[in-house]
């Protein structure tokens, strides 16, 4: 059983940056948990405390069950693959791959296979003999994979690891990343600042800023129900159009036009609001229906596979995806229709 | 169109006087050298010639065997040798793991170490060595070699404190904690990671403790009186001594360190050779 649970954490350092505030987090058994933020947010600062690289100031981090505040790294029971890979300069890539294993006195038949076995798994079969300095980037991240996967922990680590890739290789490595953890069924902590990586690899994503999380949800819960309206600027590119509005009793009222609410959920008219919509949860039409926001086309953007359409309402923007026919040009007076159900109300950011 | 200007050729000028001081330098260094190994394997008569033939054709082994067999001479080369050591491990014991202090943590008083460490350096070793030789009476280690040993270790201490920082600083520290997730105490990953990545730089260290020791005459010349190493030795016998004695003297003291120089030469090179730990 390896359940990660992170009870109560807070660290600063010397000059008074405080990294984390009562952070708390549990990662169930074999869950791939995402801490997703912006630099200095403390999703790093997080897993080196629970990597066991630094002492918090308070709080507890268990895993499976047992209290390991106290214990060094190599007591933990876990695996880890760094941005830089760290792998060793002095050691072949099958010395390092082996490493840990040799740390553990495994003995040869085992350490051979499991060897053996990773590096298989990260088709580097070939690569055995040679050293990390005679190895691409991407070589260098498998062997660094390989060499977490052959410990069989419970527990895998990854801070940033495909960072460092170039796009195409990254989108690939990204798919492979997520089957392979699948079929290791190891819980895993991946931090990252991609949103991207976030909602295509996690089961669950933990949105961080400054110091404490925001929000834990699936990916789809995260896009679609952000808590606030930072994680609605995080998540999703285009990130999710936040519009001040203000309560009214049929609905919420944007630039004087009104919009039908769902859940009006202890709110009273009067009340500003910020009223957050996805891009394609909007769409654009040049007649007018009810409930529609008048607007004018700012800028249109073709992206391959659909339109980005900004456009003015009043003192405000929106953008909105539309199919790639839609003819719309600069300076056009349009219609925007808001897709009855998506219409999400949040607090400010703080 | 791009006109391409020749480079090569505009740095043609700056690159020749760069070797031509290079040359220079070398030769202000390796002339009196050549001279005085000629001079130690001259034939007794040739020694007195002037101006000395450059390219000797005959040699001799006289002034070098009249050298080594002179009383007290081997046995004061043995004590260099062992000084030399027992300060190379001493420094590199005692050193290392204040290098490591200094390169991998950041605490109160970091700098003022640092500080007093080269601050010891301003003492000359004369100086040092009067007061050192009471000292060293009383607890019995006047004129012997660990005494030496201790002033030499004190000596180059800072050094290695220092140059071992640098090297170690040079490694990167995930390098540390990806072995210490692995299975090892952060001793283990020093040991196992940090140290054979070291390793040139270390060399260069150890390099300079023992030629600082070497050549290190005045504190030795105070702290023995039996027990002197090689340089206090021919010092002390320097004024009563006929010109084929120094000049083997002179051989026989820069000898050694050239050989030990030329063993070190391959881990020097790549210590030079750039970053460690990517």
Redesign the interface.
Known sequence: MAEIRVENMTKSYPGGVVALTDVSLTVTDGEFMVLLGPSGCGKTTLLRLI???EVPDSGTVSIGGRDVTDE???RRG???V?Q?Y?????LKVFDNIA??LR??HTPRETLQSQVHQASELMEIQTLLGRYPSQLSGGQRQRVAVA?ALA?KADVI?MDEPLSNLDALLRLQMRAELKRLLQEVQATTIYVTHDQVEALSMGDRIAVMRAGEILQVDGPMAVYDRPRDSFVAGFIGSPPMNLLEGEVSAEGVAVEGNTLALDEPDGLRPGDHVLVGIRAENLGVSRTRSSGALPGRVRVVEPLGSHLLVTIKVGNQQVKVTTPVDFGVHGDEDVWIMVKPGSVRLLPAMR | MIVRSAPRRRTSPERMLAYGVAVLLTLFMIVPLYLITIAAFAQRAAVFDYPRALFPTQVSLESVSFFLTTHGILPALERSLLVGLITVVLSLLLGCPAGYAIARYSFKGRDLAQLLLLSVRMFPALVLAIPLAVTFIEWRLFDTVWGVAFLHTAMSLPFTVLLSASVFVRVSGELEEAAMILGVSRVGAVLRVVLPLSVPGLAAAALFSFVLSWNEVFGALILTRQSATLPAQVVQALSVSPLPFRFAGGFALTAPAFVFIYFMRPYLFSAFRGVVGH
Request: hydrophobic residues 55%; without cysteine.
């Open positions: 990597a066991g690289f060094p790294p190599r876990l695996a880890m760094f830089s760290a792998l060793f300069p002095h490493f840990g740390m553990h060499r410990m680590l």
